[in-house]
């Protein structure tokens, strides 16, 4: 993204069992360097935000334990997207595909289509179990991926086993 990261990292392999939780060391090292900063008391997944966009970065992390700061990971690189590329891309992807209509072609009733939007509120989704919506849900979760099969992504952002047949 263009000014978040999400990190996901593995327990070390060598008294991954002991970790109390993790420190994260982020650095922006182009176009300009900048000063390392550091959050502690993390775990993984971890959002990284308030990135700048268009710029390149090195994180690593350390795992915590009683006996303090283990050794850290080896060093990542990642580039967050320009502005304009994000931009670009959400035009792209806003005048290619319409969750609504999809829904009502699908057979939503037309009581539960305001499920279909990236923009549900919590008190719409509490419908699927209260207001009968729950029939629908299949067609409304189908229609949200946009008929993809999102399982890789979801796996790689950390979603829980339980929660990624939903994707």
Known sequence: NSDFAILHWDKPKTLGETVLDYVVK??????????????????SPFILD????????????????????????????FRTTSKSLEAALDQVSEHHYDQTQCCEKSGVRPQCLSLCSYNASSFQIDRLVDGGCQDDFSKIVRCATGGRDHLPCCAKRGV????QPLC
């Not at 982020?26 to 775990?43: D, F, M, N, R």
């Not at 829980?160 to 929660?163: L, Q, R």
């Open 50 to 77: 308030r990135l700048e966009s268009g710029s390149t970065y090195e994180v690593f992390i350390e795992p915590v334990n009683e006996h303090g700061i283990g050794q850290p990971s080896s060093r990542q690189v």
């Open 26 to 43: 982020v650095q922006k090292i182009g176009p300009t360097a900048g000063k390392q900063s550091s959050h502690s008391h993390v775990y």
């Open 160 to 163: 829980s086993k339980e929660c």
